[in-house]
């Protein structure tokens, strides 16, 4: 038995080095490249139908690079981050037009202030059009006391800069908000303070929609004997808030209920139309980290009332069908030990992506992180320990909205990504939407090309000979197809799924890298 099984093993892997790339998409690669020649890769801060900004890092500092859709490098300029011979830190940077706008700060230590510098620059030759210019500051005794953020609204008309001032024990969370017009004009400036304690309310995000006034986000907690008392009768201690903020006049504060369901990670998206808002995640029954179902959500774009709701539970053989035998029993044990319903744990979403027909697709993914020490005698006696952060990156979950805003289908994309100490550098997917179908990239183990649901997973080797790059396609069925994106020649390069960027014209662009260099390709489906 063990022979064969040797066979078995053996025959999986050579078909996983043997997998021919998949004929739904044509990719095409740049030049290959060096960190010492062109500099490291950053991130990607803009895309177009035919451009794609990013920044770099080389020695003597940041460069802004703009590329065209053949993966040629049309500029690659410095980015002076210097005001007063005073050196500046990079906050953000954002392409509006055919502007590229570079935002900075600065904490001048002897007046114990942090400021915030915006400079915009042409986008074409990545020209200066003008001195870096003060848009905001904050009194602070410390350098990284509070903080600054740079969001645009859906429109591009607006730009909200929030400043988090620094904190105060038991006292409300205050923030400055301003707001500015597509030229970077003034248009309102407010300071707020939260109608609640920093114990009672947890700020998750700032937005800014289409007329230009300022959602902030954030999840409400009962008071400590309300809390508990909720718990012990099994329900949600927590509602989601979104606080709107104008020009003027109150805050409006509206709770997101969902009855007694344990609503997680609620996230939303606006357009530039001021249509519904548009809200989802994963609920719970008993906890704040375990999924049994999903939620998605319409909200009215002006009184943010509910307009309409829609709950899918997922069934125990969802839940299990990718576990081995031995998990599944596992798991059930324990769900009836513990006398609660299958649930699966910590999963986030990262998308939503507005449908054409007024649908919607929700894209989530299992993710958290954890600790482990070790530590050891050293030889005159001492001890010395060492703490390794463990980043897990498992399972997308992918599911369809109809146009009438319920619940048609979920799917489930496996796959077993866990790294130490690298901050989930290599793992997560980057995501494709063109037509019907949902494309999701990703770092796999070849071997698990060719498993199916109840067979056991293998985790992910990054740079070994297993690793290859996978392409599952998701159609509008919620039919999942995974197939080997890359040539067997480019085995030895690792995508960067976190910098996979989708075009305007549908194409996506990647960064994968090899050692001390890196490639760019374009990925055109078909």
């Known amino acids: 038995m063990r022979t064969l099984a040797l066979i078995v093993l053996c025959f999986a892997f050579t078909a996983a080095l043997a997998q021919p790339k998949t004929d739904r998409a044509r990719l095409e690669w740049g030049a290959d490249l060096s960190e010492k020649e062109t500099g490291e890769f950053r991130y990607v801060f803009g895309q177009s139908d035919d451009h794609v900004y990013m920044v770099m890092n080389k020695k003597k500092g940041l460069l802004v690079q703009k590329m065209n859709g053949a993966l040629t490098s049309l500029y690659s300029e410095p980015l002076d981050l210097e005001i007063e011979k005073k050196e500046l830190s990079l906050e953000d940077v954002m392409v509006i037009g055919d502007r590229i706008l570079a935002f900075a700060r600065f904490y001048d230590k002897k007046a114990d202030v942090n400021k915030l510098y915006m400079r915009a620059f042409d986008e074409a030759r990545m020209s200066p059009k003008g001195p870096w210019r003060e848009l905001a500051s904050y009194a602070s ?309 060719f498993l199916a649901a109840g067979d056991k997973f293998e985790r992910t080797d990054f740079q070994g000979k297993s690793s290859i790059v996978t392409l599952a396609t998701v159609n509008i069925d919620g039919h999942v197809t995974r197939e080997a994106l890359f040539d067997p020649e480019k085995r030895d390069l690792i995508l960067r799924p976190k910098s996979c960027r989708q075009l305007d014209d549908d194409r996506m662009f990647l960064y994968a890298t090899r050692k001390k260099d890196y490639k760019f390709g374009m990925v055109t489906f078909q």
């Open 141 to 449: 005794k410390k350098e990284f006391a509070g903080g600054f953020g740079v969001t645009l609204s859906p429109n591009e008309k607006y730009l909200l800069v929030h400043i988090n001032l620094p904190y105060e024990k038991d006292q409300p969370e205050r923030f400055n908000l301003k707001v500015f017009d597509r030229e970077v004009n003034p248009t309102w400036d407010r300071e707020a303070t939260l109608p609640y304690t920093d114990k009672e309310f947890s700020i998750e995000e700032f937005r800014i929609d289409a007329t230009g006034d300022v959602l902030v986000i954030g999840v409400k907690y009962a008071e400590k004997r309300e809390a508990k008392a909720m718990k012990r009768a099994g329900k949600p201690a927590y509602d989601y808030h979104i606080l709107t903020y104008g020009a003027q006049g109150d805050v409006q504060d509206h709770a997101v209920k969902a009855g007694e369901h344990f609503l997680q990670d609620l996230t939303l998206t606006l357009d530039s139309s001021m249509t519904d808002i548009l809200c989802g995640g994963f609920w719970g029954v008993k906890g704040t980290n375990k999924v049994r179902g999903a939620f998605f959500l319409r909200l009215d774009p002006v009184t943010k009332a509910v307009k309409h709701e829609s709950y899918k539970e997922f069934s125990d053989d969802f839940i299990t069908q990718y576990m081995t035998a031995k998990e599944e029993e596992k798991a059930k044990k324990k769900a009836e030990r513990k006398d609660e319903d299958l649930e699966l744990y910590e999963y986030d979403l990262r998308d939503i992506v507005r449908r054409d027909d007024g649908g919607a697709v929700l894209v989530g993914e299992q993710y958290y992180m954890y600790t482990t020490t070790t530590c050891y005698t050293t030889q005159n006696g001492g001890q010395t320990c060492r703490t390794n952060f463990h980043y897990i990156y498992n399972d997308i979950i992918v599911i369809n909205i109809g146009p009438d805003g319920d619940i048609d289908w979920a799917a489930t994309v496996p796959k077993r990504q866990h790294t130490v100490n690298d901050g989930g550098y290599f793992s997560s997917f980057g995501l494709e939407v063109k037509g019907s179908n949902l494309y999701l990239v990703y770092n796999d183990n070849g071997k698990n090309l």
